[in-house]
């Protein structure tokens, strides 16, 4: 059975954007790819989301909300444009019970729907080592918890990851729990202990082959929803 899994974008000089990766590697999964239109009514995402049967929240800017300090100057403050249009897009989701993979960005959104914390500036407020690319970070371990979903999926306790992230959680949201933590400390993936929602701060679309099973995992978890959705 075909499943649709929901795709948000970024929005830049009033133009939604999207890396193909996103879309590559969903698609690599047997699922069909939904890029989300942001300034559409509440009606159409309703119709939209209805029919979805997973969610991806791409990367993108800073998030605000929940944020301890202040941003830094090279770190700017997500369009209003986009964040309103991916509360929407989320708040259907939660409500439908979706799958849900959030990266980046998406990983820090979802904590702090919850009522997580972020620090605006990990690298300086907390002295740990530089994870964004653009300040030179390169790629660096995490380590995976073993009782975690995302060692079920990968099958691994240690895996190298890309690193491209000023922010930073402080605290997890209710009805979360750490799964992977960089060597400095700084948390790397939070999941739901069912597995249905998971997010990571690294960016697993440029990763190929090694982080397509969490991608598997999410189409996975949107087939079983989709006949769930049929037989209801």
Known sequence: ???????????????????????????????????????????????????????VITGGPAIVQGLIGEL??????????????????????????LPILGICYGMQLLNARAGGRIYGDVERQQKT?????????KMHDIEIRPESVLHDILRRTNVSVNTRHIQALASVGEGYRVSATAPDGVIEAIERPDGRILGVQFHPEKMGAAMRPLFQHLTDRARAFSVDKATA
């Open 1 to 55: 059975m075909d499943v649709l899994i929901g795709i948000t974008t970024s929005f830049n000089e009033d133009e939604q954007r999207l890396d193909r990766a996103y879309v590559e590697a969903v698609a690599s999964t047997g699922a069909i790819p939904v890029i989300l239109p942001m300034s559409v009514p509440d009606e159409v995402i309703d119709a939209l989301v209805a029919r979805l049967d997973g969610l």
């Open 72 to 97: 830094p100057e090279d770190l700017g403050a997500t369009d209003p444009a986009r964040t309103a249009a991916d509360e929407r897009y989320l708040t259907r989701a939660l409500e439908r019970h």
């Open 129 to 137: 080592m530089v994870h964004s690319a653009k300040r030179g970070a």
